[in-house]
């Protein structure tokens, strides 16, 4: 399985952030970690996680610092703010929402009925 | 494998959208994926394969990073913006130093004879002949600190002196035609004294003279982008000071553009020389978008001048203009050349270049057989002098580079022809100027 595009990037700013809050990290472990978490399923590229952990220090979501590891090497750790944990909060409650909406109908009391969706459509068409 | 790590660094810098700081992040981001390998059993250099074939294609991997760092696809100045390497960040820093000092010290010269007694508005014929003894000695000595060039220091100083000189030593009378003339000739003949501090050691190096031609050429530009700001900022301080009843033209006109114009000749050499590398150069551009139009122009002149069959009226100011005709003509073809690859075939615009050179010679002939005529009608004066002096030397140049380009064009040449021509021809321009500069007033008994 491969998750869509869409959704992964729209997921990674919740992903990352959350990640965040259990403490500073750096790039590498961020992306392990999301790897574990999803059991392999979601693969991000660094194409994707540095650019995002860069916009997310221009809005002031995370901060950076450097610390040098062994030897010349040195590593960029991010650290959350609390800007960037407000983002967080607001983004949780969207997305609760989302998923709660998702479990509704896929788990939802009484017989699923996929064809609900019908009617909507019908009357977006005659807008 | 620190080699490896070497090398793909190199080509990750490379990329305009990744910066230094990235290269680390992203190279400590490889040595973890390196790491974690080896943990599992791979050699080193299959885990190096391996983590650098998960990072993915470069292009890839930049491409997002532009799309977040779009600013830096636009090249910034050093003066903000972080530097690639730590190396070049101290050397930036150290330009910028050594720039404000010069710049400053042109400005501070601009004012230094005021201490004694002489006054801007009024001692026109003291400022006129000295105007590039201010500024170009500071220029002079912010590129020699550049270069770190010892050897000719001395010649460089030495020839600032002749020119310093040259420009009170006679006893002009302060209205004569000779101090106008100094005053116009000086700043050529020290700007080729700049030229040597520009080039440094290897001042017979062909391709180090081209250098300085591209250098005055994107001076000029930069220089009159600043003079264009800083005509804004006098507009307004001549403005808002009005506005609340205080008269500022003493200070704009005894301070503001004096000692501006002086900082600005530092300054723009100095951001000709911050951004050598970072943008394309603006004269080259400048001269393929005014080639034609001027072949236009100069074509048009001509066939009107069979088609009314009107003598060309030579006062001064006309030969004068027709000077500067041939300097804008040979200036397209300098910039034409700077820019050029040696080795390309010659194309289209090569051959563009023929008809506009051509003109040029066929109008400049017509002017100089029109003042010689004069010249031995009326007898000469200084001023008359220095103008054919100028025009017989740009005439030359221009009538040899056409044989020369009509040769490159019809491939009996190579290219380098031309360009070894025209920086070998530099000297002659220098020699003309101090000439002019150290001769004419005495040869003119002082007129």
Known sequence: ?127 | MEAQFAQWRHYVQRRPELQRSDADELEDHLRGCVDELVSVGLRADEAFLVAVKRMGRLDDLSREFAREHSERLWKQLALTGESNSLGAEIRSRGDLLAMVVCAAGAAASVKVPELFGMRLAEDGWFYGPNASLFALPWLAAFLAWRRQARRPLIGILALFMLGAVAANAYPLANTSQSVVITSIHLPIALWFVVGLAYVAEDWRSSRRRMDFIRFTGEWFVYFILIALGGGVLTAFTAGTFQAIGIDPEKFITQWLLPCGAAATTVVAAWLVEAKQSVVENIAPVLTRLFTPLFTAVLLAFLVAIVWTSAGINVEREALILFDLLLVVVLGLLLYSISARDPLAPPGLFDKLQLPLVLGALAIDVLVLLEITGRITEYGTTPNKAAALGENVILLANLAWSTWLLLRFVRRRTPFAALERWQTGYLPMYAAWAWIVVLAFPPLFSYV
């Open chain 1, 1 to 127: 399985m491969k998750v869509a595009k869409d959704l992964v990037a729209a997921s990674a700013t919740p992903m990352v952030l959350g990640i965040l809050t259990e403490g500073k990290s750096y790039g590498y472990a961020i992306l392990r970690r999301i790897n574990r978490l999803s059991g392999g399923e979601l693969d991000w590229t660094e194409g994707l996680l540095y650019p995002l952990l860069h916009r997310l220090e221009r809005l002031g979501y995370v901060e950076s610092s450097w610390q040098s590891v062994t030897g010349e090497r040195r590593r960029k750790y991010y650290r959350i703010t609390d800007n960037g944990l407000a983002e967080l909060a607001e983004q949780r409650r969207q997305w609760d929402t989302v998923v709660d909406a998702l479990k509704e109908i896929w788990l939802g009391p009484g017989d699923v009925r996929p064809l609900t969706a019908i009617p909507l459509e019908g009357r977006a068409g005659q807008r």
